[in-house]
């Protein structure tokens, strides 16, 4: 189960209140890093997705301060830090946002049908629709991996890479 992420976001008070509409949840501001933001979804999990300003990396503290948030300049706008969440929203509803925003967004299929969208055209958040997210559960199950993935206790031939 994962709890809380972290993204960063050119815009994140803006990127804040566009994912706390996808998720029915409240952006606020971040208590520890200035010109952050985190949403709640107010959910059963305690899930709770912290926005930073691009360029932020978070190191290690001192003795005083547990951790210390940086501003680094040259940083990529792109990252290969991405997540799957379910969320309440409906197809249609994600379809809509995506187009006001002028977000990309893709349908795509690997076992299960999943949309991804591409926040700010740069970061990509996978989503599972109340729907998709039952093919989802069904898919994650152990003998439905098999099929795609190869694990120590199973037979490496029957592993497949193909998409469906």
């Known amino acids: 189960m994962i709890h809380h992420l972290s993204i960063s976001a050119q815009n994140p008070q803006h990127v804040a209140q566009v994912l706390a509409e996808i998720l029915d ?9 200035p010109d952050g933001y985190i949403v709640f979804p107010f959910d059963e999990y305690g899930t ?6 691009l360029g932020t990396e ?9 951790r210390a948030y940086l501003q680094n300049p040259t940083a990529s706008k792109f990252t290969a830090t991405h997540a799957m969440l379910s969320v309440p929203a409906s197809l249609e509803q994600i379809e809509q ?4 925003e002028d977000w990309l967004l893709q349908r795509a299929s690997f076992g299960f049908d999943f949309m991804m969208l591409w926040v700010e055209n740069r970061l990509l958040l996978e989503f599972l629709t109340p729907e998709m997210k039952a093919q989802y559960l069904a898919f994650t199950q152990r003998e439905n991996l098999r099929k ?8 490496p031939t029957s592993a497949s890479t193909t998409n469906e």
């Open 97 to 100: 946002i995506a187009a006001r």
């Open 48 to 53: 709770e997705i912290e926005v930073y300003p």
């Open 148 to 155: 795609y993935f190869v694990f120590p206790d199973s037979d």
């Open 25 to 33: 949840g409240q952006p606020t501001p971040h208590p520890f890093s």
């Open 58 to 66: 978070i190191t290690s503290g001192n003795n005083e301060e547990l």
